[in-house]
């Protein structure tokens, strides 16, 4: 028996955890039809499989039609989820894990014009900034048919076999009632501490009331909204103590923060550049002051943290979500004293971005990630062993030679510069953007266990290639940035690039032009503007960084808002002409035949990448395929394989930018689904 603090059970009332580490609820956005079916299914039992102790399924599954779900989460208040739920739960004992699902009403956090379009409700009037509805004034006949609603919900849960339930209390409409900026009714649920919490205390006897008292109910909860007029870490301690108390609630999931508005909610959940486990003394003090069994997850992202928090006793079960997300074997690895093949969570939040995007959630460095059901997470060896030649090692490149080293080929990777990592190495230049560089030096590691041949400082040609004997080639050269949006003008202007390189200078009254709407222009910005340089970033899309979402644009304002920056948006950049010292830039607008000029010293093109494809189109003739796509098999996570020249040597293959400017995610799951079956 290990005597690792993470690998020991926790006894939960009757439930035995079998060690230390658990996945917090949250929602990848991937049921169908509001049901838990195959896709989430197979996401949650592989992390049982790997040994996960506790799943903490559904973010914020709905008890109620007037709670519409945003990210596509789970329908607590339909029937038909028990049969969908009982069969996940299943499957994850099978495996030994224990299975909760969180359960909530959104109040006033969702739209109402989602679902069927009832009014949503809150204790107040006022609009919550993330869904931008404004809810309707919850009346009393609401408040007792959500109680029921509630209990509804908890008892469709146990008949589904789950090993118990949170209720989402940070946010949603538990919370909504004990905030002050959320809550201004007059009535019994409304004023004082106990009267605000009411409505909390009537839901948490009705489920018990139906479930009984061995059915396991947290809380999910915030101790502190840390926001002006909000409710203080004081009124969060003595809320723990009254739940406490009651005798109601057998743990507690303790978060710190709000959720309402962007950098609330980047607080809450932090991001790469910001510190690790900032809430875990937090945490800890509620633990200690109130004896509760304590969950709790932010940025913890690492074993040796996740160690700590245990080991110190300032937790019970620590919560790693992300990197769940980023490794869903890691408990297994952890078992098998393999930490250093855990894959990391670089806090990329693009998994977050993306469900905010209206999409899925996807692991910017894991793509089998949400794809469990046709992208395995471990690589089979091949059947036949071959040489894989690969050019370029920016994350595609490298993302190709580890998952051929693990199928056991022989891989030679020729990398131009005298280090891989391609852009990624760009975007690591920031300080705050650092832990981006795992996404390569994690592969290399892997890559270097399995003795890939890397030749740096090799410029790859035809003949450079062709000399290696290949199987199969792999085109991942990426691609250089694509200024050339002016026509006339354009050796006037630099890319975001030649910034973050430090091969330009910034100049100090500086126009960016974003046509892409990307991290590019932003670090750039970021850059440029840290010198005390004017900037002005201009884009001709309706809002500005529209691929940049939620959280991952609170760094960014928070350091541009303060410094002298402005943003104009629905414009574009029509010239640039140099005038004495200074440029020239007229802009005009899709919207009508308008010109404005800038008079600045430098200006900035962030418009994607070309790619660098002169190579591909060289060996193309001389491959055994025509580079054709069979868009089924990609679809399916099968490789394109179309043969049209059968008696030549070798296969070729372009992924990542080398195709189209794109972005890492794509970058590494075109290789992963290409390589996985070479
Ligand atoms: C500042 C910045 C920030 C970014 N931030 C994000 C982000 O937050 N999220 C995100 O998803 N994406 C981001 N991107 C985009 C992302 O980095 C790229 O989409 C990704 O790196 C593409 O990967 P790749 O391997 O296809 O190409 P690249 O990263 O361009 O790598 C190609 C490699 O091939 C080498 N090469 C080229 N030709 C040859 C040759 N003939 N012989 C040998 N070697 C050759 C190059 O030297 C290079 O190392 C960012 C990009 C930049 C510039
Ligand atoms: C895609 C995604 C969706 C989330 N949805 C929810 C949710 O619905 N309810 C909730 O309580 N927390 C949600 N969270 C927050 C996580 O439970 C967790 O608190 C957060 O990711 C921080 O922990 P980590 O650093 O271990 O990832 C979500 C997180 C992610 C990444």
Same mark, same amino acid.
């Given at each position: 028996m290990?005597?690792?603090p993470l690998?020991?059970p926790?006894?939960l ?5 079998r060690n230390?580490?658990m996945i917090t609820?949250?929602?990848?956005a991937y049921?169908e ?17 790997a %040994? ?7 973010g914020s599954?709905?008890?109620a ?7 596509n989460?789970?329908?607590?208040w339909k029937?038909?989820v ?6 996940m ?9 224990a ?5 909530t009403?959104?109040g ?7 679902a ?13 900034a ?5 809810p ?6 609401d408040i007792a ?6 209990a509804?919900?908890?008892e /469709?849960m ?6 118990g339930?949170e ?9 909504q009632?004990?905030?002050p900026?959320t809550n201004?009714l ?6 004082s501490?106990?009267n605000r919490?009411r ?8 489920i ?9 109910v947290?809380?999910r909860y ?5 926001q002006?007029?909000g ?8 809320i723990s103590?009254k739940?406490?108390a009651s005798g109601?609630?057998d743990?507690?999931n303790?978060v710190?923060?709000?959720i309402d508005?962007?950098?609330?909610l980047?607080d809450?959940i932090?991001?790469q ?5 900032p ?7 509620? /633990? ?10 932010a940025?913890?992202?690492?074993v ?6 245990i080991?110190s ?5 620590v919560?790693m979500t992300?990197?769940?997300?980023a ?7 952890v078992i098998?004293?393999r930490?250093?093949?855990i894959?990391?969570?670089v806090?990329?939040?693009y998994?977050l971005d993306?469900?905010y995007? %209206?999409g899925?959630?996807?692991c910017?460095?894991n793509?089998?990630t ?5 992208i395995p997470?471990?690589?089979?060896p ?6 894989i030649?690969i050019?370029?090692?920016g ?5 190709a030679a580890r ?7 022989a891989v030679?990777?020729f ?13 690591a230049?920031?300080?705050r953007r650092?832990e981006?560089?795992?996404?390569i030096?994690w592969?290399m590691?892997?890559?270097e266990?399995?003795?890939?041949s890397f030749r740096?400082?090799?410029?790859a040609?035809a003949?450079t290639?062709?000399?290696t004997?290949?199987?199969e080639v792999i085109?991942?050269?990426?691609g250089?940035?694509?200024?050339a949006v ?11 690039w030649?910034?973050l ?7 100090s009254n ?5 046509d892409a709407?990307d991290h590019?222009?932003l670090q ?8 005390g340089a004017?900037v002005e970033?201009?884009t001709?899309d ?5 691929e940049?979402?939620?959280m991952n644009?609170v ?7 303060k410094r002298n920056?402005t943003f ?17 830039a007229?802009?005009?607008s899709?919207y009508?035949?308008? /010109? ?5 010293d430098q200006?900035?093109?962030?418009h ?6 002169d190579?591909y ?6 491959s ?6 069979d868009?089924?098999?990609l ?5 394109q394989?179309v ?5 030549a040597?070798?296969?070729l293959?372009?992924i990542?930018d080398?195709v ?16 996985k079956?070479?």
């Amino acid at each position: 028996m290990s005597n690792d603090p993470l690998l020991q059970p926790f006894q939960l009332k009757h439930l035995t955890l079998r060690n230390r580490i658990m996945i917090t609820s949250h929602e990848p956005a991937y049921p169908e039809d509001g049901m838990p079916k195959g896709r989430y299914r197979a996401y949650h039992v592989e992390r049982a499989k790997a %040994g996960v102790a506790l799943t903490m399924t559904a973010g914020s599954a709905s008890v109620a039609r007037d709670s519409p779900p945003v990210f596509n989460n789970i329908l607590a208040w339909k029937d038909e989820v028990v049969g969908w739920m009982k069969q996940m739960v299943d499957e994850c004992h099978d495996h030994g894990a224990a299975v909760m699902i969180q359960l909530t009403h959104l109040g006033r956090r969702t739209r109402w014009d989602k679902a069927d379009w009832l009014p949503i409700v809150a204790p107040c009037h006022e609009r919550e900034a993330a869904h931008r509805a404004f809810p309707k004034r919850i009346e009393d006949w609401d408040i007792a048919r959500i109680i029921e609603d509630f209990a509804d919900a908890a008892e /469709r849960m146990k008949a589904a076999g789950v090993d118990g339930i949170e209720l989402e209390a940070y946010g949603h409409l538990l919370e909504q009632f004990w905030s002050p900026l959320t809550n201004d009714l007059d009535n019994d649920y409304g004023g004082s501490l106990d009267n605000r919490l009411r409505f909390t205390f009537d839901v948490l006897r009705a489920i018990r009331a139906r479930c009984g008292q061995d059915f396991i109910v947290g809380l999910r909860y915030t101790g502190d909204q840390c926001q002006p007029g909000g409710m203080t870490a004081a009124e969060g301690m003595e809320i723990s103590h009254k739940l406490k108390a009651s005798g109601l609630v057998d743990f507690l999931n303790v978060v710190r923060g709000a959720i309402d508005t962007d950098p609330a909610l980047t607080d809450l959940i932090p991001i790469q550049g910001m510190k690790n486990a900032p809430h875990l003394d937090f945490a800890g003090k509620i /633990r200690a002051a109130t004896g509760f069994p304590t969950f709790h997850a932010a940025k913890i992202p690492d074993v040796a943290t996740a160690r700590h928090a245990i080991a110190s006793g300032k937790l019970d079960m620590v919560g790693m979500t992300r990197a769940h997300m980023a490794d869903p074997h890691l408990v297994r690895k952890v078992i098998e004293g393999r930490e250093d093949d855990i894959r990391p969570c670089v806090g990329a939040n693009y998994c977050l971005d993306r469900i905010y995007q %209206g999409g899925l959630a996807f692991c910017l460095h894991n793509p089998a990630t949400g794809r469990e059901e046709t992208i395995p997470h471990s690589i089979a060896p091949a059947a036949v062993k071959k040489r894989i030649t690969i050019v370029g090692a920016g994350p595609a490149g490298v993302e190709a030679a580890r998952v051929a080293a693990e199928r056991g080929h022989a891989v030679t990777v020729f990398e131009a510069a005298d280090q891989p990592g391609g852009q990624i190495r760009l975007t690591a230049q920031d300080e705050r953007r650092r832990e981006m560089i795992s996404i390569i030096a994690w592969r290399m590691a892997q890559c270097e266990k399995r003795g890939v041949s890397f030749r740096f400082n090799t410029f790859a040609e035809a003949e450079t290639v062709l000399d290696t004997n290949p199987d199969e080639v792999i085109i991942a050269t990426g691609g250089l940035p694509h200024t050339a949006v002016l026509g006339a003008g354009n050796d006037l202007v630099h890319s975001a690039w030649d910034i973050l390189s430090g091969d330009v200078k910034p100049g100090s009254n500086v126009l960016i032009f974003d046509d892409a709407g990307d991290h590019a222009a932003l670090q750039a910005a970021d850059l440029v503007s840290a010198t005390g340089a004017a900037v002005e970033i201009v884009t001709p899309d309706r809002s500005f960084a529209p691929e940049i979402m939620a959280m991952n644009l609170v760094p960014y304002m928070r350091n541009l808002q303060k410094r002298n920056t402005t943003f104009t948006v629905t414009w574009r950049l029509m010239s640039v002409a140099r005038e004495g010292n200074q440029l020239r830039a007229v802009l005009g607008s899709d919207y009508g035949d308008v /010109r404005r000029e800038r008079l600045v010293d430098q200006v900035i093109v962030n418009h994607g990448t070309r790619p660098l494809d002169d190579l591909y189109f060289e060996l193309k003739p001389q491959s055994r395929n025509l580079g054709e796509v069979d868009y089924d098999a990609l679809a399916e996570g099968r490789s394109q394989q179309v043969v049209r020249n059968p008696g030549a040597g070798f296969r070729l293959f372009r992924i990542g930018d080398a195709v189209s400017a794109r972005n890492t995610h794509a970058a590494i799951y075109d290789a992963l689904r290409l390589v996985k079956d070479l």
